[in-house]
Structures are given as C-alpha cells and as structure tokens.
C-alpha cells in the first residue's frame, strides 16, 4: 500500500488524498474536522515575549552605567534574549498560514503590529517567500538557504559577523519576484523601517535609562544570538546527513528531509510553533500547530506510520552528526 504513495505534492511528501486509518477515518473527512485553537497561539506568543523581556529586565537589575558586572553579563543575558525572540519570531511563520485569527486580514493585521516588526518583515512579502520553500524544499530554487550550510564553529563565526545574514538577505532578494503583488518594494522598505525604528526605541530607551548593560545585551541577543539559533534550527529540521561541506547545495540539489523532534520542554521553545514537529508541517502546511497532535494520531494509525516513526531524532543528536567532521566527499 506504500508504493502506491510514492508520487508526493509537494518535495518530501507523500500523497495523502485517500488516506484512510485503521478505525476507517479519511484524512479528509480529519483535515475538514481541524479549527486552529487561536487562543493557544495567544498565550504561547505572550509567554515567549515574556520571557524575552524578562531577560532585559536581569540585565538591567545588574547595574546601570558602564557597571563592570553589567557589561561582562550582557552575553549571558544575551544568549537568553535570542533564544526567546527567535521563539517569538517563529510564530510569524504561523500567521504566513492564516493561524493567528480566523479572519485572514485582521490575521495579517495582527501579525504586522505584533510579530514581523521583530525581524523588519512584512507578513504578506514573508508569506510568499515562505511557500517558494515548500514548494523548493531541498532544491536550488529554496529561499531558505541555512540548511546548504553545515552548523560549524566556521558557520558560527560567519554568523556572528553577520556574512550568513547577507546570503539570506541575497536570496530573499533574489525571491521577491515570486511574491504577492500587492507586498511592493515599497511596503518591503516600510516594514524594514517599522523594525529598525522598533529596536532603536527598545535600545534607546535602556540607553537613556542608563541600563548600558541591558542595551548591549539587546544588541548581542538580536543581532548575533538570535540569527545563529535561527539558522541552527534550519539545519537540524533539513540537512541532510550525506550532505557535503564542499557541495554548493544553491547549484546542486539537496533533497527534501523533514525531521520530528522529541518534545520536552527546551524542544518545545526551540521549535515553538510546531517546528518542531516539521514534518507534519510540511505534510499539512496550513495546519496549525495547535492541530499537530491530532494529525500525528491519525498518521501513526495508518500505513505512513513508518515515515513518521523514521523522522523521530532530537535536536542534539542531529546536531551531533551535522557537526561531527568529515572528510571531503565521504
């Protein structure tokens, strides 16, 4: 019964029109049954904002001034502060499927005042680049370009100094021809000013409060902490084990992988928003997380149970052998 799914829809998927569970239910009669739980979403985003400022908050309580103890602690806060907004930052990919509300323009109403100022996007431009990955996934024609790259301490350099920011940008730019029409340039520069003048008020603010330490902790946490952890994430849900470092995976093609990740509390804000379950995601790319427990029952009780099964890792464990070095070509 497997061989008759080989064709997929989308890269790395397998057909799920005619999906039926061992208790009869129809894949469809259980995609027409889910509503997204908004109110979860919510709650899921204020907690992570919470967070995200809570780190601020230590920072400041360190000392105020050029205070030695707040400067030498700004890195730690600023390990924290990444973490969290990269956890926040994930739900603008929720609102890019319509998951915020169940009104698609107060959806990107909300998502716009709330979510994309972090990162200096607009929903409607991020939307459409985003599906060129689904659509792309593991090919050279993918606008997400972290997974080409193997998460090592050279990765890590490069992305502290801000040279893997520049090849995201590039190809993003390099997309923006896919997009909806109505994302202009013009709206693209106002969304990019709405995130500048966003962080210039929040750095500004500790600045003139005289919390050096917690504007420097900012500074580090969104500019350097923040970027790495988001392109971490990528390389662990995509990469392929058999990738090599000295492939250029923009030419030549990667291949689809989707990866489940183990669900205790650090996977869980890692990848928040239902990353990390990213296959389902990429099976059900307009589901919302908040639905993912359910699809994944459905799964295992029919014969896709092994697809599943075999995508189940953690994220240190891929890490691991993403990192681990290899000889050319092995």
Same mark, same amino acid.
């Given at each position: 019964m497997m061989e008759t799914r080989a064709?997929?829809?989308l890269p790395g998927n397998p057909v799920l029109d005619g999906v039926v569970a061992a208790d009869g239910k129809?894949?469809?009669d259980v995609r027409r049954s889910l509503v997204p739980r908004y109110g979860w979403v919510w709650v899921d985003i204020g907690v992570r904002y919470a967070l995200t400022f809570a780190g601020v908050a230590a920072a400041c309580a360190l000392g105020t001034g050029w205070d030695p103890l707040a400067l030498a602690a700004a890195p730690v806060f600023a390990v924290w502060i990444g973490f969290w907004f990269a956890s926040v930052v994930l739900f603008m990919h929720e609102a890019a499927h319509y998951n915020l509300h169940p009104d698609k323009s107060t959806n990107d109403r909300l998502a716009d005042a709330f979510v994309c100022p972090l990162?200096?996007?607009?929903?409607?431009s991020y939307r459409a680049l985003h599906w060129q990955h689904h659509l792309h996934?593991? /090919?050279p024609g993918d606008t997400e370009v972290s997974y080409h790259y193997a998460p090592t301490f050279r990765f890590l350099v490069e992305t502290m100094v801000g040279l893997h920011a520049l090849r995201v940008? /590039?190809?993003h730019q390099n997309g923006a021809g896919q997009e909806n029409p109505t994302a202009t340039k013009h709206a693209r520069g106002l969304a990019l000013a709405r995130g500048l003048v966003v962080h210039g008020v929040i750095v500004g603010v500790l600045a003139a409060g005289g919390w050096y330490g917690g504007a420097l902790a900012w500074i580090l946490g969104v500019g350097v902490v923040f970027p790495y952890f988001s392109a971490l994430r990528q390389q662990l849900e995509h990469r392929s084990f058999t990738a090599r470092a000295e492939v250029d995976y923009n030419l030549v093609p990667h291949g689809a992988v989707n990866r489940m990740f183990g669900g205790g509390p650090l996977a869980r804000s890692f990848g928040a928003a239902g990353f990390r379950q990213h296959l389902l995601?990429?099976?059900c790319p307009s589901v919302s997380y908040t639905n993912y427990e359910e699809i994944e029952e459905f799964f295992l009780a029919t014969d896709l149970r092994p697809l599943v099964d075999e995508a189940r890792t953690s994220y240190l464990g891929v890490w691991r052998r993403l990192a681990a070095p290899r000889a050319p070509g092995s």
């Open positions: 064709r997929t829809v129809r894949w469809e990162t200096g996007d607009a929903v409607a996934l593991g /090919e940008f /590039e190809r995601h990429h099976w």
